[in-house]
């Protein structure tokens, strides 16, 4: 049994085939750039191109994300907080808490030992407390984003963006590199700003072990180390975290086409 998941985020569209819900088959990426259906058809095919599977063999396809109505084969959509929490449990199955630092807003959930969400909170106010601004200070700096963490990582004095608006942040920023501040402290400090903002949002929640970081930036070790060193405990990360959502969504996926397997048996007998 094969299912399917897609993740259409504002920054990135990703994707994952699972088989019988428990092995992962494939996961691919692709940016949110374009036409999201168009972007999305390239993903499928690149997850079965990897998987060696034929669009058909695809049992179920379950989206989720903001752009999750807009794939008209899909055959479930799941809201982004639930998919996110499955694909956490599935990944660190004593995930009690899930945070996600995404595009276009930042936020943490509690979540039972099934992977239900219980409690959460989102800031979407501003593009200061996400990962965006990560994007716009690379570009503004003039660092390739995969740099910025390994380079953040040998700060000495990291220097806090205390600003929750984006632009004055940015202001900060300019101004750091006028007063000669190094690189590496912009960096940190950029990444301990996100983090505590991130903080903020967990003790609203709750904060209990195990915390899970899910979503894109956990492939910046960077801000995986200003998390760990803020929140003052150990956070689960994997590689496969940063499909957490598209992950998540085929898991459910396989949980709804079982049910309905067990109702047609039901209904047949």
Known sequence: ???????????????????????????AAAPSRGSPVHTAHRVLDELGEAANIAPGDVDYLCTTGFGR??????????????????GAIFLFPKTRMVVDVGAQAS???????????????????????AGRFVERCAKYLQIPIEEM???????????????????????????N???????????????????????????????????????????????????????????????EAYYAAAIGSAVLGHSRLLKLAQSSRGAGG
Do not use: W
């Not at 936020?107 to 407390?129: D, I, P």
């Open 149 to 175: 963490g390994p380079k953040g990582l040998t700060s000495v004095h990291p220097k806090l963006i205390s600003s929750v608006c984006a632009v004055l942040a940015e202001t900060e920023i300019i101004n």
């Open 177 to 239: 590199v006028a007063e000669g501040v190094p690189l590496p402290d912009i960096l940190m400090g950029v990444f301990l700003s996100l983090s505590q903002r991130a903080f903020s949002l967990m003790r609203y929640v709750g904060i209990q072990p195990e915390v899970t970081l899910v979503g894109g930036l956990v492939r910046n070790v960077g801000m995986v180390k200003a998390l760990h060193d803020t929140v003052g405990m150990d956070v689960n990360v994997t590689p």
């Open 107 to 129: 936020r943490t959930m509690s979540v039972s030992e099934t992977g239900k969400v219980l409690k959460f909170k989102m800031n979407e106010k501003c593009a200061a407390g």
């Open 69 to 86: 109505y807009t794939i008209p084969e899909r055959n479930l959509q799941v809201s982004d907080f639930t998919s996110s929490a499955r």
């Open 1 to 27: 049994m094969i299912t399917g998941g897609l993740d259409l985020g504002a920054g990135t569209i990703k994707g994952a085939l699972l088989e019988d819900g428990r092995r992962i088959l494939a996961t």
